[in-house]
């Protein structure tokens, strides 16, 4: 039977989230609790015949991205197709039904998601636009002993204390913090579940406050021979300022009966800098958020830029072919304008690798070297790619 794709109701949820735990080889859990997160009019649904055997849906959300502060995007989630229907065209249904109506529709200019498997979305155009690192630190690791704490009291409360705190200084400090994406309630619920389920084997979440910020963690119990070696897995560290960052920080390393600080955090975390051994902080770098520019020329107007250009840019994009040809990308003092032209190009390349580089932590330099960049004019690449640059590295502190 031909495969048909549609939009879902809200009473498609429940098997929806059966094909999803499907995917995942996980067990089904109660679909209601995704209620308030599920968007049915911008979910997608492939059946064969009555069965729904894959999909994938967006939440309506913004991104902050350099210089420019949140924009929207399209937050991608829940891609998955059941097992015994893969290799039949089901994921590049879904993936046509989203990026080809959010052209029509004239919606989001950018989608962005978490991939589960990191080979699978390039051939879709995303590119990879930002990494987390896996940072291990060692309890009581010492500071510098130049690094300011300050002298405010930190203290640990209750989770209803906690959260009105936590989200008046995200809602404060994410326009300014390249890759951090707008959270309603519903987005905090779900990114601070905490029935015994979520927990991993862990405690419940700590709640920690500063005047100038928080952290979020849990506790992985080992009590060994010698004595408690427990983990503090850090959910999330968030300040204003540097001595409140530092601050958290130190009240995490110096816990009682704790061995080991763990946390996926930014990759430019400069925790490793405030230690007197940068080598006690281990780092491993993955794959966190992809980045597709659903329309080239509306995404790239949409951010700024680190320094002037003018180049002659010639986009490959097979799959949203609205975007392929060239097109004269000039900066001035950090705004960009762009031009449909005619004119022999400087610079050719993919819509992956404008996606890989619109957060500004991908080098486009880079992306040369891996050949899905081509320079023509000398210098170009050069240029281009200096532009691109933010001033830090992009993090997405929450996957969705």
């Known amino acids: 039977m031909a495969l048909t794709v549609r939009t879902l109701t809200a009473a498609d949820l429940p098997r929806f989230q059966r094909m999803i735990d499907s995917a995942f080889q996980s067990d089904t859990v109660d679909a209601e609790r995704w209620r308030h997160l599920f968007e049915p009019e911008r979910h997608h649904a492939v059946f064969d015949g009555d069965e729904l055997v894959g999909g994938g849906g967006i939440q309506t959300r ?6 420019a502060g949140p924009v929207p995007v399209a937050a991608v989630t829940a891609v998955a197709v059941k097992p015994g229907h893969r290799r039949r065209g089901v994921l590049t249904r879904v993936m046509t039904a989203q990026l080809h109506g959010l052209h029509e529709e004239g919606r989001e200019a950018v989608a962005a998601l978490w991939a589960s498997e990191a080979g699978i979305y ?26 300011r704490t300050g002298d405010a009291r930190v203290r640990e409360v209750e989770r209803d204390e906690a959260m009105p705190v936590l989200k008046a200084l995200y809602e ?24 015994e389920r979520d927990r991993g084997g862990l405690t419940a979440y700590r709640y920690v406050l500063h005047p100038d910020g928080y952290a979020v963690y849990r506790v992985r119990g080992d009590w060994q021979e010698r004595g408690p070696r427990n983990e503090v897995h850090v959910r999330e560290i968030a300040a204003r300022t540097t001595e409140a960052y530092a601050s958290l920080y130190r009240y995490l390393l110096d816990l009682d009966m704790v061995g080991e600080l763990k946390f996926y955090t930014a990759s430019d975390d400069p925790v490793t800098h405030l230690l007197v ?8 770098r993955s794959d966190s958020l992809w980045v597709r520019l659903v329309d080239v020329d509306r995404a790239l107007a ?3 830029y680190s320094s002037d250009v003018d180049v002659v840019l010639e986009v490959e994009d097979d799959f949203c072919p609205w975007n392929a040809g060239r097109v004269r990308f000039t900066v001035k003092s950090g705004k960009a304008t762009l031009e449909r032209v005619t004119d022999d190009p ?14 500004g932590g991908t080098r486009l330099a880079t992306l040369a070297r891996a050949q899905q960049v081509h320079e023509v004019a000398p210098g170009a690449v050069t240029a281009l790619s200096h532009a691109f640059l933010g001033d830090h590295e992009p993090h997405c502190p929450e996957v969705f």
């Open 62 to 67: 913004e991104v902050t991205v350099p210089g």
């Open 122 to 147: 390039g051939r879709f155009g995303y590119g990879l636009a930002a990494e987390f690192t896996r940072l291990s630190v060692p309890r009581g690791a010492a500071f510098r002993a130049d690094v």
């Open 172 to 195: 404060e400090l994410r326009p300014g913090r390249t890759g951090w994406l707008s959270r309603v309630d519903a987005n905090w619920e779900h990114q601070l579940a905490d029935e």
């Open 277 to 284: 051994d940068p080598r006690l902080a281990l780092r491993g």
């Open 302 to 304: 949409a951010r700024r």
């Open 346 to 359: 400087d610079v050719r390349l993919t819509a992956r690798a404008l996606g890989a580089a619109y957060l």
